[in-house]
């Protein structure tokens, strides 16, 4: 069991940062893949990054590859999801997820992933 809560969001001109995080409670953090999905107004919930347990490999949807950045720390629990070049179609509830896996998986379906944040909300001005 893990309960997740994410911060960081807000509003940002196209163009520029933000960087969401992602707090998690529970003693076997290190054993979930975790994501971040992603569901703009009137769509459908959408991958957008993913990251081992260990954190050595991670995996981006391409609409956000050389722009976003997946990143944890298990000593604290976290992960990370650096956004930069923030574009208005990048306006939408961010969501982290966790999902207990082997080895290197990471998940990248809203259904593989058990355990969701409430969400955080990114709107990004033109």
């Known amino acids: 069991q893990v309960s997740l809560v994410e911060s960081g969001g807000g509003l940002v001109q196209a163009g520029g940062s933000l960087r969401l995080s992602c707090a998690a409670s529970?003693?076997?953090?290190?054993?979930?893949?975790m994501g971040w999905f992603r569901q703009p107004p009137g769509k459908d919930r959408e991958f957008v990054a993913a990251i081992s347990r260990s954190g050595g490999t991670t995996d981006y949807a391409e609409s956000v590859k050389g722009r976003f950045t997946i990143s944890r720390d298990n000593a604290k629990n976290t992960v990370d999801l650096q956004m930069s070049s923030l574009r208005p179609e990048d306006t939408a509830a961010y969501y982290c997820?966790?999902?207990?896996?082997?080895?290197?998986?990471?998940?990248?379906?809203?259904?593989?992933?058990?355990?969701w944040g409430q969400g955080t909300q990114v709107t990004v001005s033109s």
């Open positions: 997820a966790a999902a207990q896996t082997y080895s290197t998986y990471k998940p990248k379906k809203p259904k593989e992933y058990p355990y």
């Open positions: 529970g003693r076997t953090f290190k054993s979930f893949a």
